[in-house]
């Protein structure tokens, strides 16, 4: 079984930053593709970002693109979602997510296998 527990979240204004680690535990991690995933109140779950197991490729959805940037250190067994230039619509709980592989549909939920908690991330204006 795999265990996933985010940190970082918390309240900033627009404009500031974040940055959210996930600690993974219960696998060896290096061999896992990595995804962060948000969800508004009232809406449904989002892609983010995803990272393949070296830290090789990553993709990010169009609304985060050039302002968020995904990342791991296998050594660590993290992997990290560094947020920049926050805006009040990246308001939601932020959730990591483990899959075997990273394919085509990297950006669809159901393609992971585990989910941490979540992590609420607020962004004020």
């Known amino acids: 079984q795999v265990q996933l527990v985010e940190s970082g979240g918390g309240l900033v204004q627009a404009g500031g930053s974040l940055r959210l680690s996930c600690a993974v535990s219960?696998?060896?991690?290096?061999?896992?593709?990595m995804g962060w995933f948000r969800q508004a109140a009232g809406k449904e779950r989002e892609f983010a970002a995803a990272?393949?197991?070296?830290?090789?490729?990553?993709y990010y959805a169009g609304s985060v693109k050039g302002r968020f940037t995904i990342s791991r250190d296998n050594a660590k067994n993290t992997v990290y979602l560094q947020m920049n230039s926050l805006k009040p619509e990246d308001t939601a709980v932020y959730f990591c997510?483990?899959?075997?592989?990273?394919?085509?549909?990297?950006?669809?939920?159901?393609?992971?296998?585990?989910w941490g908690q979540g992590t609420q991330v607020t962004v004020s204006s």
């Open positions: 997510a483990a899959a075997s592989t990273l394919g085509y549909n990297y950006d669809v939920p159901e393609r992971y296998g585990y």
């Open positions: 219960g696998r060896t991690f290096r061999t896992l593709a």
């Open positions: 990272i393949n197991w070296s830290g090789g490729n990553t």
